[in-house]
C-alpha cells in the first residue's frame, strides 16, 4: 500500500497553494491528487481578467494564473489523471489513475476538491434533451480549452456574478446570447449588472422569469418561459446553467466523517470530525474567489502541520 505524509484531494488554487506551503514548512512527502489531465482547477477555463492578486500581486486571466500555480508546484508530486474514488477511516483512500485502481494511506489528507454548478436535472427543468445544454465551467471549457462554438444563441439561466462571466465568455466567442433569465424579482448580482447586461453586451435580462422546458431534436431550439402567470416561447440554440454553487461532495458524504449543509464540518483549524481529515477551499461554503481559496490553502497547511508536529 502506498503511504504518505499528506495526501491532497484536489489540484485548484487551494489544493495547490497548501502543497507548497507544506513543503516549505518541513513536511516534504506530499502527494496531490487531481482527476483531470492537468491542474489549476477552475480558472484554467475562466478566460476573463481577476486573478492572481491575493497570491502574487498580478491581475491575470484564469488560465494564465493557473498556469502559474502548475509553474510553483512544478517540482512537487501532482498526480494528474488520478482520481480518489473513496474516502476511508484514519487517511485511508481509494484511488484510480492509468493503472488502475489501488489503495493509500496518508497520516493527513486535506479534501479541497471545489465546487460545482447545479446542472439542469437538478433544477427539475422539463422538455427533450437536445445538445447545447450545459453550466458554465462546461461552456467555459469548450471555448477556452477546446475552442469550440457550441452554440451562436444561447439562453443564460441565473445572474449571479458567474452570470455575467458568461457574457464576457460569449463576447469573446462572438455568440450574442438572447436572453438572461432570473426567476427572482431581482438579479442575484448588484443591479448594475442588469444595466450592463443590456447596454454593454445588448441581452435584455428577463427577471421573474422560470425556465419551464428545453425544446429541441438534435440542437435546442428554442426554451418555455414562465412571467406573472403566462408562458412563451424564446428561440434559442444552447441554454447555460449559471450558478447555484456547491460543494463537490460526491467523496465525503460518503466518507468517515461529519457535513453541514453539504459541506465537511470542520473546527476552526480546518479538521473534519475524522482527525486525519482537513477541508478547505471551495468546498466549504460559502463561495468563494480564487485567491482566498488560494489563502485558506496556506492556513489549512499550517494547520496539518501543526497537527504532526
Known amino acids: 500500500m502506498e503511504r504518505h505524509d499528506v495526501a491532497i484531494v484536489g489540484g485548484g488554487p487551494a489544493g495547490l497553494a497548501a502543497a507548497l506551503r507544506l513543503v516549505e514548512l518541513g513536511i516534504k512527502d506530499v502527494v496531490v491528487l487531481e482527476r483531470e489531465a492537468e491542474a489549476g482547477g477552475i480558472p484554467r477555463h475562466c478566460g476573463h481578467m481577476g486573478f492572481g492578486w491575493q497570491s502574487h500581486r498580478r491581475l491575470w486571466t484564469g488560465p494564465r494564473f493557473a498556469a502559474q500555480l502548475r509553474a510553483d508546484t512544478s517540482s512537487l508530486d501532482v498526480r494528474t489523471g488520478t482520481t480518489v474514488l473513496e474516502l476511508g477511516p484514519e487517511g485511508h483512500l481509494r484511488i484510480r489513475d492509468s493503472q ?24 427539475l427543468v422539463g422538455g427533450t434533451r437536445p445538445q447545447g445544454v450545459m453550466t458554465t465551467g462546461a461552456l467555459q471549457q469548450h471555448v477556452y480549452l477546446n475552442h469550440r462554438r457550441p452554440f451562436d444563441r444561447p ?22 446570447p438572447v436572453a438572461m433569465i432570473e426567476e427572482n424579482a431581482a438579479t442575484t448580482a448588484p443591479r448594475a449588472g442588469r444595466l450592463v447586461a443590456r447596454l454593454a453586451f445588448g441581452v435584455p435580462v428577463l427577471t421573474a422569469t422560470r425556465l419551464i422546458a ?56 480546518f479538521r ?14 460559502p463561495l468563494k474567489s480564487s485567491g482566498t481559496c488560494w489563502r485558506q490553502g496556506l492556513a489549512a497547511a499550517a494547520a496539518i502541520a501543526g497537527s504532526m508536529l
Request: hydrophobic share 40%.
Open 214 to 269: 428545453i425544446d429541441g431534436r438534435g440542437q435546442v431550439e428554442a426554451v418555455e418561459v414562465e412571467h406573472g402567470g403566462q408562458r412563451r416561447r424564446i428561440a434559442c440554440d444552447g441554454v447555460v446553467f449559471t450558478g447555484q454553487f456547491r460543494p463537490e461532495n460526491a467523496l465525503y458524504m460518503t466518507g468517515p466523517f461529519a457535513s453541514d449543509d453539504l459541506a465537511p464540518r470542520i473546527d476552526s483549524a
Open 155 to 176: 439562453v443564460i439561466v441565473g445572474s449571479e456574478w458567474v452570470s455575467f462571466s458568461v457574457l464576457v465568455t460569449c463576447l469573446h466567442l462572438g455568440v450574442r
Open 272 to 285: 473534519c470530525t475524522d482527525p486525519a481529515f482537513f477541508a478547505a477551499g471551495n468546498v466549504l461554503r
Open 100 to 123: 488502475g485502481a489501488r489503495h493509500m494511506i496518508a497520516n493527513r489528507v486535506l479534501i479541497a476538491t471545489g465546487t460545482r454548478e447545479t446542472p439542469r436535472a437538478a433544477r
